[in-house]
């Protein structure tokens, strides 16, 4: 299993930009997806972003499509969340996951929890003027 931290978060004004990064140790990080969840307070985790172990393939929900970019480098076991066009919705607590799984299962079932085995311990993202 992948260790992950995040790192990025803070306040920005609706419709700027921020961009989250995740950190990774541990063996064989090129082997792992990568996803990406928010939790905003009294509301359901979301599983919003997957991007695939060798960074060709990416997945994501329609509340973000066309907004928010995940990438990765395998060079630096480093993700990025590229996240533009931000809306007070988007303020949430986001959190980094890792999972070993295949990448056509990714395709179907990257929003959910249980298809990843490592979790970051998050970063605060505030959307507000």
């Known amino acids: 299993q992948l260790q992950l931290v995040e790192s990025g978060g803070g306040l920005v004004q609706p419709g700027g930009s921020l961009r989250l990064s995740c950190a990774a140790s541990?063996?064989?990080?090129?082997?792992?997806?990568i996803g990406w969840f928010r939790q905003a307070p009294g509301k359901n985790r979301e599983g919003f972003a997957c991007?695939?172990?060798?960074?060709?393939?990416?997945n994501y929900a329609d509340s973000v499509k066309g907004r928010f970019t995940i990438s990765r480098d395998n060079t630096d076991n480093g993700v990025l969340l590229q996240m533009n066009s931000l809306k007070p919705e988007d303020t949430a607590v986001y959190y980094c996951v890792s999972g070993a799984k295949s990448e056509a299962y990714y395709k179907v079932y990257y929003y959910l929890g249980s298809s990843y085995d490592s979790w970051g311990q998050g970063t605060q993202v505030s959307v507000s003027s």
């Open positions: 541990g063996y064989g990080f090129e082997s792992y997806a």
């Open positions: 991007v695939n172990d060798r960074g060709s393939s990416t």
